[in-house]
Nanobody, 124 residues
Framework: QVQLVESGGGLVQAGGSLRLSCAAS????????TGWFRQASGKERALVAR??????????YYTNSVKGRFTIFRDNAKNTVYLQMNSLKPEDTAVYYC???????????????WGQGAQVTVSS
């Protein structure tokens, strides 16, 4: 079992920045691919970014709408994955979830463990 706890959400003006953190406990964190998903009101949950077990950036994935603005990175020594969000837009408003799994998938069904979610609200 892996337990994931997100922190760092909040309210920010358009153009601002936030950093989400996801602290893991339980099984060896570096055994898992980790991803950040988001779910806006009335929409399905979707993958925002994903990072390899080792953190190597070669295999990092970003959805098109956040490329150049968001950065995912992890610190396996601290069992934590981060999502740095810059140049935030109102359309980034959503509940953000971190997830861990053994497969580098794009679907939420491919991830085994989930955090409780963190609300990010971007005002215009």
């Amino acid at each position: 079992q892996v337990q994931l706890v997100e922190s760092g959400g909040g309210l920010v003006q358009a153009g601002g920045s936030l950093r989400l953190s996801c602290a893991a406990s339980g099984r060896t964190f570096s055994d898992y691919v980790t991803g950040w998903f988001r779910q806006a009101s009335g929409k399905e949950r979707a993958l925002v970014a994903r990072i390899h077990r080792s953190g190597v950036t070669t295999y990092t994935y970003y959805t098109n709408s956040v490329k150049g603005r968001f950065t995912i990175f992890r610190d396996n020594a601290k069992n934590t994955v981060y999502l740095q969000m810059n140049s935030l837009k109102p359309e980034d408003t959503a509940v953000y979830y971190c997830a861990a799994g053994v497969v580098a998938g794009a679907l939420d069904s491919e991830y085994d463990y989930w955090g409780q979610g963190a609300q990010v609200t971007v005002s215009s």
